[in-house]
Structures are given as structure tokens and as C-alpha cells.
T-cell receptor, first 114, second 112 residues
Framework: KAGVTQTPRYLIKTRGQQVTLSCSPISGHRSVSWYQQTPGQGLQFLFEYFSETQRNKGNFPGRFSGRQFSNSRSEMNVSTLELGDSALYLC?????????????FGPGTRLLVL | GNSVTQMEGPVTLSEEAFLTINCTYTATGYPSLFWYVQYPGEGLQLLLKATKADDKGSNKGFEATYRKETTSFHLEKGSVQVSDSAVYFCALTGTGFQKLVFGTGTRLLVSP
């Protein structure tokens, strides 16, 4: 099976712009989670989607949003970008999102905000 | 809330040395525990996991045992290789939730 894919791999944006990142989960996986990785804050949970519904949300401002489509592909959007949004954004998928289930990560999208 | 504490790095070892990376956790209920590894420029790969107390996860020579009495999940390997150089993350998911809570990561550097 193909792994989790994320596009684009790299992005450069300026403050105030918005950005959309895409994630395609492993075939058959219905749960998609998003994480932000920064040197200062480490790995932090953004949100999780299952069957097009957001089930869990981390402690991030409303500028961060996401959605999931009927084919389980997911997108996350960050509006009004700030310098501190520069990070590696990781997407992970699992079969049903049960606790203890293995989450498989994509290679990430590296976002640089200037 | 749930949290994970792991030893600061970098850990620098010679090839074939014994590796231990300490990880302790705070959680209510019965969390599942994971070790993930991140190679430069890549995402996270699951190394091993354990979902209940006294379970031992193992993969590629790495092992970790879920110790509820000490709330620990230390990573060990008997003989490290240069190719093991990476950043290792200990993580947990709480009861009923998929959200992973990560430690800060430990960089391992193995020299020939």
C-alpha cells in the first residue's frame, strides 16, 4: 500500500496570507490527524477527523482549520499567517482512530512564513 | 492533563554500544505508549508500541516495556549502529482518544 502523502512538501508564504495543505491517507484509513512540529514547542496536536467530522481539536487559534472529504483525504488551512506559524506540518492516518491504534505519518509539509 | 517526559539529548554513543533512552509519563486511566523515530528531513516512523501494562514492544532490535508501577517506557537497544542516528520520540494516547502526546525528543548520534 502507498503511504501517507502530503502536498506540497515545501511552502514559502508572507505574513497575512493564507495557506492550504493537503493530506492523502493510506487506502482504507478513515482517521486523519494533523500535528505541528516546531523547535520551540515540539510536536503538538492540531485536530483529528473521522468520516468527515472533526472529533478532537488541540489548543490552537481559530485561524487553524481543517476538513475531510468523503474519500478520507484531508486539508488544513491556516489563515492570516504569522511568523510563528513556520513549522513542519505532519499528517497521520489510522484505520479507525481508536486509542492505541498505530498512526502512520506522512513526510510533512514545511511551511516558512516571511 | 497527559504528559510525557524524556531525557534530554543529544545522546552520543560509539557503534555497538548499549542504548537506553528514558521516558516517563503522566496520564489518567490506561494510556497506550509509543516510540517514534524521525530521520533527517522525514516524517515520523513508528518504532514500537505497547497498549497495556507489562507489554513489551520490540522492533529492529529496540525494546521497551510498559511499566505502570513506575509510569515508564524506556527504550533500549543492545548494540547500536550508525544508521540508528536519529531523533526518538516517546508518546502516548489517552484512554479513548487518538491524540498523540509527545515528549520533546532525544537526538541519538552514533559514531563508527
Amino acid at each position: 500500500k502507498a503511504g501517507v502523502t502530503q502536498t506540497p512538501r515545501y511552502l514559502i508564504k508572507t505574513r497575512g496570507q493564507q495557506v492550504t495543505l493537503s493530506c492523502s491517507p493510506i487506502s482504507g484509513h478513515r482517521s486523519v490527524s494533523w500535528y505541528q512540529q516546531t523547535p520551540g514547542q515540539g510536536l503538538q496536536f492540531l485536530f483529528e477527523y473521522f468520516s468527515e467530522t472533526q472529533r478532537n481539536k488541540g489548543n490552537f487559534p481559530g485561524r487553524f482549520s481543517g476538513r475531510q472529504f468523503s474519500n478520507s483525504r484531508s486539508e488544513m488551512n491556516v489563515s492570516t499567517l504569522e511568523l510563528g506559524d513556520s513549522a513542519l506540518y505532519l499528517c497521520a492516518s489510522s484505520e479507525s482512530g481508536r486509542a492505541g491504534e498505530t498512526q502512520y505519518f506522512g513526510p510533512g509539509t514545511r511551511l516558512l512564513v516571511l | 492533563g497527559n504528559s510525557v517526559t524524556q531525557m534530554e539529548g543529544p545522546v552520543t554513543l560509539s557503534e555497538e554500544a548499549f542504548l537506553t533512552i528514558n521516558c516517563t509519563y503522566t496520564a489518567t486511566g490506561y494510556p497506550s505508549l509509543f516510540w517514534y523515530v524521525q530521520y533527517p528531513g522525514e516524517g515520523l516512523q513508528l518504532l514500537l508500541k505497547a497498549t497495556k501494562a507489562d507489554d513489551k514492544g520490540s522492533n529492529k532490535g529496540f525494546e521497551a516495556t510498559y511499566r505502570k508501577e513506575t509510569t515508564s517506557f524506556h527504550l533500549e537497544k543492545g548494540s547500536v549502529q550508525v544508521s540508528d542516528s536519529a531523533v526518538y520520540f516517546c508518546a502516548l494516547t489517552g484512554t479513548g482518544f487518538q491524540k498523540l502526546v509527545f515528549g520533546t525528543g532525544t537526538r541519538l548520534l552514533v559514531s563508527p
